[in-house]
Every structure is written in C-alpha cells, then in structure tokens.
C-alpha cells in the first residue's frame, strides 16, 4: 500500500532560524495534504497540493509539491515559539495516510 | 459549536471491557475516519466511512468495529478491551476529496 514517509523525526532549533521538514512517497499521489499538530492538541489543516511542481505560501510557511508528485516539503522561514508542534504530511486515496511527523521544538 | 465532537475525553478501561467512543460532526462531512495515534507512530487509520450506509478497514481495524449511524455520527466500539489498544482516537470528517479533515479533540483511552 501507500507509504508515507517523513523527515525529519525531530527538529530543535533556535528562534529565528529557519525548518524544513520533508515528505516522500512511494506511489504517485493525487495531492497531500499538511497539518500541525500542537502539543497535547488535534491535527489541524494547513494545505492540500493538487499540481505537479505547486508552491503555496501562507506567511512564513512555504509548501512545495514535485514535479513527479512523489514528493513534497514544507518550509518555515524565521521560526517562532509559536511554531512549535508536529507536522504530518499526508497522502490522498480513499482515506489520508499520514506520515509519521516531524516534531519542531523552537526555544528562544 | 460548529466542528467534530468527540466523547469522553478520557477513559480507562480494564482489560476485557467493553466501550463505544462517539462521534457527531455538524460540518455536513460526507466522509468520516477513525484513527488512532501513539508515540513515534503518527497517526493509523482504523476505519473509515466514504459516504453514509458504508465502511471500509483502514490499516489497523482489528478489535474494533464502526457504525455510520446517520450523516453525522459514526461510532467506534472496542468490544474487548486489551492493553494495546491504549491510545488517543480521533474522529475526523471531510466534505469531499478536495477538501480538509477536520479533527475532533481526541479521546484518551487507557487500557488496564
């Protein structure tokens, strides 16, 4: 089936610093998905990506989805507190698979 | 509250028990997913329903069961409790494949 795959697992960094987290399928996906998940929180939609090579931006968050729609990647530029949490990609069939996520930790 | 409502929050049960995790959603989702979510494991999809009258097994269904009740509620029932099945679930819903789930708030389930 589908597989999902995420990197990195965790990600410290200081604020004001950039992150990247990336996401890599094993099938050609229709679109993905990306939400945050805050600590002790629910997921919570970001974006879905539907073209081959689409670049979407909300503020500082940069999402980018390949040319071979294999693959897809999020951006955060000039990381805040508020930033911390889990990000999941996720891949569209019937039903979302998620990745495992990549837990961002940002300390001041 | 417009959104997905899930309850309880939080259970515990012991092992062998029986319990019925709900969920109503008002956002008018054609779809809605159970999934379970444990440390290090993001999240697995234990069933789902595409459309009300059907239900499909996600990757991880075993020891549990589904009923899409009406449009709104779809149900998830642990017939016997087991202490692997100690997880947080969440309930989502979405209007349609070009859309967003929306998450419930989860419920924490302890098995003793």
């Known amino acids: 089936g589908q597989q999902v795959m995420q990197i990195p697992q965790y990600q410290h960094v200081q604020e004001g610093e950039d992150f990247t987290t990336y996401c890599n399928s094993s099938?050609?996906?229709?679109?993905i998905q990306w939400y945050k998940q805050r600590p002790g929180g629910h997921p919570v939609f970001l974006i879905q990506?539907?073209?081959?090579?689409e670049v979407k931006k909300q503020k500082r968050l940069t999402f980018q989805f390949g040319e071979a729609k294999k693959n897809s990647s999020l951006h955060i530029t000039a990381t805040q507190t508020t930033d911390v949490g889990t990000y999941f990609c996720?891949?569209?069939?019937?039903?979302?698979?998620f990745g495992k996520g990549t837990s961002l930790l940002v300390t001041p | 509250n417009a959104g997905v409502t899930q309850t309880p929050k939080f259970q515990v049960l012991k092992t062998g028990q029986s319990m019925t995790l709900q969920c109503a959603q008002d956002m008018n989702h054609n779809s809605m997913y159970w999934y379970r979510q444990d440390p290090g494991m993001g999240l697995r999809l234990i069933y789902y329903s595409a459309s009300e009258g059907t239900t499909d097994k996600g990757e991880v269904p075993n020891g549990y069961n589904v009923s899409r009740l009406n449009k709104r509620e779809f149900s998830l029932r642990l017939e016997s409790a087991a202490p692997s099945q100690t997880s947080v679930y969440f309930c989502?819903?979405?209007?349609?494949?070009?859309?967003?789930?929306?998450f419930g708030s989860g419920t924490r389930l302890t098995v003793v």
């Open positions: 989502a819903g979405r209007t349609g494949t070009l859309y967003g789930y929306t």
């Open positions: 996720a891949g569209s069939a019937n039903a979302l698979n």
């Open positions: 099938t050609t996906l229709s679109n």
């Open positions: 990506l539907v073209k081959s090579g």
